[in-house]
């Protein structure tokens, strides 16, 4: 003859527990998401997660230039007349980000609004002065001093 040690309900109160720390201990191994930079053309959107990112304190130096040199995942086609829409997370705002065009930095003071707007012409003209189809558009969160998040883009003119 079997005894039951628990009732039903100590036993569902019991399984109930058992579940909830399970998980909890499956979210407290996930990573914690990056914020998201996004750009926009016309009515077609692409989001990113950072490329390099480290919880918001500065990358290290030496991690840096690997990270600006790495190629973009996420594209967008633009035409000559658009407007490129670059939208950053507010936490992002808040420390400031600058855009960078093929690896060097492209303005001098970061930006501190969560969203701005720019000619696509501005993005197809190499130092050079010869025309180009694509361009890798990085968005660098920035103190001024330190860098702390690179996103990259590639955008491609439209044929």
């Not at 919880?55 to 690997?66: L, N, R, V």
């Amino acid at each position: 003859m079997t005894v039951a040690f628990f009732s039903g309900s100590r036993r569902r109160a019991a399984l109930a527990l058992g579940a909830v720390s399970a998980g909890l201990i499956v979210l407290t191994a996930c990573d914690k998401p990056t914020p998201i930079a996004t750009i926009t053309v016309g009515s077609e959107s692409v989001n990113s997660e950072a490329a390099c990112y480290n919880d918001g304190k500065p990358i290290k130096e030496s991690e840096i230039q690997k990270c600006l040199n790495k190629k973009a995942e996420k594209s967008i086609t633009v035409s000559m007349e658009d407007k490129v829409r670059f939208g950053v997370d507010p936490e992002i705002a808040d420390n400031g980000w600058t855009i960078f065009l093929g690896g060097q930095q492209a303005e001098q003071e970061p930006n501190k609004k969560t969203y701005r707007s720019i000619p696509a012409s501005a993005f197809f003209a190499s130092q050079t002065g010869e025309a180009t189809n694509s361009t890798q558009v990085t968005i660098v969160e920035n103190t001024g001093k330190t860098l702390t998040g690179i996103w990259h883009f590639e955008l491609k003119k439209e044929s």
